[in-house]
């Protein structure tokens, strides 16, 4: 009995500490100043291609939101998507920080992208409402089925030299 609770042990120690790896992709305060900044777009007018000033589409959405960060993506989502900065997590592991691809929403292939506030609420810079809105992602959103991959951006260093400095922070 004994060594086989050892070895559950053992087991669970390994897989939590796997998703360990990929659980901490940004310093955890920098995930919450994300949120915050991504917060303040929120009613902003949707624009396809955001020409307009003022106006944001899904991936310009994104693009300003870890700028804030000194983090600059790609311009579309299919080209976020590809991000080699970023891994795959499963869906179930859903959390704050996470962008969100969408398949086939105007054309074929990864077409949208939402960044996740918590487990379950995104928000994102919607078409069909024409703004930036949160929205809760279950299974009864019309998103859901759509759902192309779940991406976290990787650590990539463990030491506090390379933190995301925000653009509001004072340089040093």
Known sequence: MFRRTKSILALALLLSSASVAIAEP??????????????????????????????????????????????????????????????DVPLEMLRAGDLVFFRNTWRRGVSHVAFMLD????????????????????????????IHSVRRLAP????DTLRPRFSWEEKS
């Open 26 to 87: 940004l310093w955890p305060a920098d995930v919450d100043r994300l949120r915050e900044y991504a917060s303040l777009f929120e009613n902003s007018p949707y624009h396809f291609g955001a020409r307009r000033p003022a106006s944001e589409d899904c991936s310009s959405f994104i693009q300003k939101v870890f700028a804030s960060a000194g983090i600059e993506l790609p311009r579309s989502s299919s080209e976020q998507a590809k991000d080699p900065r970023f891994v």
């Open 119 to 146: 487990g379950e609420t995104m928000i994102h810079s919607s078409p069909s409402h024409g703004k930036v809105l949160r929205s809760t992602l279950t299974p009864r959103h019309p998103l859901w089925r759509k």
């Open 156 to 159: 990539s260093v463990y030491d």
